[in-house]
Each structure stands twice: as structure tokens, then as C-alpha cells.
């Protein structure tokens, strides 16, 4: 190899070596380029966790010092169902005296999962409520349940005292309790409510299914005040009338008794009252024969005072004048009955008479001559025959028999037959003597020009102007003597009628009662009275209407006309005015 070639092959091995080291340096470089960057990126990650970490754990320490500085809502782990049981509406009279209201209270619960001994708690829970069921108590805290009513509706004198006890496990609810300022005073008109403060009867059950129900149970109702139900009545007349009937039942030591004074041209219920009654305050205490609403949910036999309606058709129907005459003097038999007057005059006798005298004989003789069709269809015009209609949910329906004949028509002419509510008694009594239009009742608000809306004509203009004197007669002269207060015209009916009983008619159980109108120159308003089964070994007479429901009128009359603003009239020697027709 020459010398040359020699060099030419070292300078290519030493090339070569260089490349290999130049190539190894940069290998080496790129390498260290590389853990570099993971590292960097390693401890960006790191910081950004730890970053995450603190901002969370600022997030939950706020959060803790926020509950930490809130007071608590409730003593109690279960969520309240109602934050307060929805408002039920302020219930007012006409003038806007209350009748009916909200009270906040408090319930008391236990979440018997809380409790350790139930035993401790009972015994301390007797020391505050002394009526407290023990034995019932004790099951409840010993359920598996995790909530448990304990006592509704405590005082806040009970709050305090328990709350003083310290008793784990058991806590308060706020609710909403009715307060009715009156008390007694309209308890067959409100009605009342149950625990939960919904409408069981009278105007609050009324109230009720209007839509209030229906909008709490879907839970749309708030706290928010409710704009005020305003009554017909009159919370002074109410009282007066309630008044009145309760003493009657200790007067004349009868089982029952009632009243109402209606507008005859609107149809409004100034007052209205049945006794025995009940505190709406506090029901339960009342019992169900004070529950009982006589006016409206109880049927009678009204007696004489269908007399009233009788002659009303006899003259609607042309079937007799003011002059004319019907022979009383012999008892009518039909039927193996005989039909007979209780104080008979054995003659003939005019229509006046007949209403004067209560004539059995001369009442069915008018009602054979009009028919028995006609007679039925009179009285279902009257609205007697079918339910009435009202706000007042608790209405019962009239009794009558399933096939009219002859001697029903007649025993119907006198009051035996059909019972009817003392109410729509009433009520068809003012169509007699307010120009012949019947008007449902209303315990809501209405005026005239309203009632002329819904007024029915039901008789003759004419025949109403011969109603109003006949009841101006039989106050002057009549069985309605009793009910007269001076200068007020008080006109009207009276009506003893025997009770049934097993079947039978006895004559030592009396229904009495008393239809009647005032001022008889212009009737504004009806009153009507009864006494149940009045006692008759008082000497007072009470047996008849004339001296148990006819003084209750007069007394209603004489305390309420000048509250009605109904004007006395006098004559110049101070003696009241006799209306002529």
C-alpha cells in the first residue's frame, strides 16, 4: 500500500470517528432537552392540584361559617310539610264586625327515633299537659315511626313550659288556629273547622267549596291574607236573635227552638239562630245535638201557619174575596178522620175569621175548593215542596206524601202532612207579603236591584196585598195579639201543631211556631219563631203558639226594629196606628 493510500485511510477513520462523537454529543443533548420539559410540565400538573385542592377547601369552610352564623329554622331533622297551613279568609258581618279568624299556634311533635326514654318523657310531658293520654303517648314514642303528632294547637303558656322541660327529641310546629270572637253568637251560620283549619260546616265549609279546598290540597295557597267573606247578618240582630231562642229553652223548658229575621225584598238572613247550639271555638263540647241546625236541617210540621199559604191560594186561584164565606159548623169526616176546630164558633165564617179563629173546617174547605192538583202545584211554587237553595250547606228536604189524595190535601191545608225547614217557612212567607216574588235565601250580601235578578213571581200583586191584611188582622185580633210591639204593625200566624210520634199524632208534644212580618203597611222583614215540645205543666200556657213562639217575636222585634232603622208609628194619643188596606 503506498504512502498516500495510507494516509487517504486514516484521514477517513479519523472522519469518521468525529462524525460518530458529533453525532453522540447531539444525541446526548436532545435527551437532556427532553426530561427537562417532563419535568416542567410534572410540577405545572402538581401546582394546579394543589391550586384545585385549596379553592375547594376555601368553598366548604365558607360554607361551614355561613351555617355556622345562620340560626337554625327548625328544631326538627324532618322538613316542615307547610312552612304555616295556608290563611283561610277573614269572615266579617255587613258592617265588617268580625265573626271569624286566623291565630298563629304552635303543635307539638316527637321524632320518636330521637327519643332514649320515652318513659321520662311522658312523665314530664303530664307535668305541662295534665289531660295527656299517657298510655297513647308512650305507644307513639316507642314507634318505629320517625314523626308523631303529640298535641295540636297548644297555648303559648304550653310552648313556654315545655320548652322549659328540655326534652330531646320532640319539637313545634307553627299552624293556624280559628278564632271566633262571638262564640255562640252565629255558631249554626260560620259553622266550623277541623284540626287541619278546613271547613266542616256552615258558611266555612261554604267557603270551602268555593275553591279553597281544592287550591290547599294541590298546595297553590300562601300565608298571604285573604280578602274578607262578608255575611248578610247583622252581628247585633244575630245576637238578639240568639239570644232570645236560648232563653227560650229554659223558659218554656222545650227541646229546641229558633229564629231568623229575613229582608223580604232581598232575601238576605239578618240573624238566624237554633238552640241547643255549640261553641265553633271548640265543637267537640257541643255534641251532636247541638251541632243540629232546627232552621235549616230540620224538618216539622209547620200547623196553622200553612194556613197562611192555604188562604194565599184560595185567593191567587179566584177562588174566594175577602168576603167571602165558609160554613164551620160541622166537623168534616173523611176517611174514618174527622176534621174539627179547636175552638169552634159553629157558624159560617169569613175569610178573615177563618185566619183569625185557625178554622180546620174553613181552611179545607178553601183548599177542596181550588184541588188537589192545584194545590200541590201552589205549594211546589212556594219553593215547599223541594230543597232549598242557599249558600248553607247543611239544608234538609221536605217531606210530602208519595200520591196526593183528598184527605192529604186537606191535612196539608191546615200544616199535617208535609214538613217543611222552619227556613223556607220563611221564606215563602215573605213571597206572601212582599208584592208576591219568592227569593231565595242568602247569607251573603245582595241588593235589591240584585234580587230583582232572581225573584220569582209567584202570586198576584193582589193577593199579597190581601195576605198583608190578613196578617195585620190576626196581629190586631187574632193568636197574633202576643207578638205585638206598639207602633211596629206586627202582623202574622201562629201555628200549634201536634208531633208525631211511632206513627201516631200525641197531643202532649207540641211543635209551636210563628210566622210573622213587620211593619204591615210596608213589610220590610219576616220573622219567624217555634218552640219544640214547650212543657205544659208551667201554667204559662206554653202548649201554644200564641204563648211560647209568638212572644219570641215580640221580643226579637222590639230589641231589633230600631237597629233595623225601621221607624215606630204612632197616632196623636201615642197609641199605634192600625194599618187599613
Known amino acids: ?124 310531658l303530664s307535668t305541662v299537659l295534665a289531660d295527656l293520654d299517657a298510655r297513647a303517648t308512650y305507644s307513639k314514642l ?18 313556654s313550659q315545655i320548652l322549659a322541660l328540655g326534652v330531646p327529641g320532640i319539637g313545634f310546629r307553627p299552624e293556624k288556629r280559628r278564632f271566633y270572637p262571638g262564640g255562640r253568637t252565629a255558631a249554626h251560620i260560620l259553622g266550623y273547622v277541623n284540626i287541619d283549619n278546613r271547613g266542616v260546616a256552615g258558611m266555612e265549609r261554604y267557603i270551602d267549596s268555593q275553591g279553597l279546598a281544592d287550591l290547599a290540597s294541590v298546595g297553590m295557597t300562601s300565608n298571604q291574607p285573604l280578602e274578607p267573606v262578608k255575611l248578610s247578618i247583622d252581628l247585633r240582630v244575630q245576637a238578639i236573635v240568639q239570644d232570645v231562642v236560648s232563653e227560650s229553652i229554659g223558659k218554656y223548658h222545650a227541646i229546641g227552638a229558633g229564629a231568623v229575621v229575613i229582608d223580604v225584598h232581598t ?42 199559604f192555604t188562604l194565599a191560594m184560595g185567593l191567587d186561584e179566584s177562588k174566594m174575596t175577602l168576603n167571602s164565606t165558609f160554613d164551620a159548623r160541622f166537623p168534616i ?53 223541594s230543597r232549598m237553595k242557599t249558600e248553607l250547606p247543611e239544608v234538609a228536604m221536605p217531606s210530602q206524601p208519595r200520591e196526593w189524595k183528598k184527605i192529604n190535601s186537606i191535612t196539608i191545608s191546615f200544616g199535617h202532612g208535609v214538613s217543611t225547614t222552619p227556613l223556607q217557612t220563611a221564606v215563602a212567607g215573605a213571597a206572601l207579603v212582599n208584592g208576591g216574588h219568592l227569593i231565595q235565601p242568602t247569607f251573603l250580601p245582595r241588593s235589591r236591584d240584585q234580587a230583582d235578578l232572581v225573584k220569582t213571581a209567584v202570586i198576584k200583586p193582589s193577593t199579597s196585598k190581601d ?32 208531633k208525631v210520634v211511632h206513627g201516631r199524632y200525641v197531643h202532649d208534644k207540641n211543635f209551636n211556631a210563628f210566622l210573622s212580618a213587620f211593619p204591615m203597611g210596608d213589610p220590610q222583614y219576616v220573622v219567624l219563631s217555634f218552640s219544640d215540645e214547650p212543657k205544659t205543666d208551667l201554667g204559662n200556657g206554653a202548649a201554644l203558639a200564641a204563648m211560647s213562639a209568638a212572644p219570641m217575636v215580640k221580643e226579637i222585634i222590639s230589641r231589633a226594629a230600631p237597629i233595623l232603622g225601621v221607624k215606630p208609628k204612632f197616632g196623636n194619643d201615642g197609641s199605634a196606628l192600625l194599618v187599613s188596606y
Open 467 to 498: 195576605m198583608r191584611f190578613l196578617f195585620e188582622w190576626n196581629g190586631a185580633n187574632g193568636s197574633g195579639r202576643n207578638a205585638r210591639v206598639a207602633g211596629f204593625d206586627v202582623g202574622g200566624k201562629t201555628g200549634t201543631a201536634d
Open 142 to 159: 316507642k314507634s318505629n315511626s320517625r314523626f308523631q303528632w303529640l298535641r295540636r294547637q297548644l297555648t303559648p303558656k304550653q310552648q
Open 333 to 385: 169526616r173523611i176517611g174514618g178522620f174527622t176534621i174539627k176546630d179547636f175552638h169552634g164558633k159553629g157558624r159560617f165564617l169569613t175569610v178573615p175569621e177563618i185566619f183569625q179563629y185557625s178554622s180546620n173546617i174553613g181552611t179545607a174547605k178553601i183548599a177542596d175548593s181550588v184541588g188537589i192538583e192545584a194545590h200541590k202545584d201552589f205549594l211546589t211554587r212556594l219553593g215547599l215542596l
Open 267 to 308: 232575601g238576605e238572613i239578618l240573624g238566624m239562630a237554633s238552640a241547643p247550639d255549640f261553641d265553633p271555638n271548640d265543637p267537640a263540647a257541643g255534641g251532636e245535638e247541638g251541632w243540629f241546625n232546627r232552621m235549616s236541617n230540620g224538618t216539622f210540621e209547620m200547623g196553622s201557619t200553612f194556613k197562611s
Open 1 to 124: 500500500m503506498s504512502f498516500l493510500s495510507r494516509i487517504m485511510m486514516v484521514k477517513r477513520r479519523a472522519h469518521f470517528s468525529s462524525n460518530r462523537k458529533g453525532s453522540a454529543v447531539a444525541h446526548g443533548a436532545a435527551f437532556e432537552g427532553t426530561r427537562k420539559k417532563k419535568s416542567s410540565q410534572a410540577r405545572n400538573r402538581v401546582g394546579l392540584l394543589i391550586a384545585g385542592f385549596a379553592a375547594f377547601y376555601v368553598l366548604i369552610g365558607g360554607r361551614l361559617v355561613e351555617y355556622g352564623m345562620t340560626l337554625p329554622v327548625t328544631t326538627s331533622s324532618i322538613l316542615p310539610p307547610d312552612r304555616l297551613l295556608a290563611s283561610r279568609p277573614d269572615i266579617v258581618d255587613r258592617n265588617g264586625a268580625l265573626l271569624a279568624t286566623d291565630v298563629r299556634t304552635v303543635s307539638l311533635f316527637a321524632e320518636p327515633h330521637k327519643i332514649v326514654d320515652a318513659d321520662e318523657v311522658v312523665e314530664k
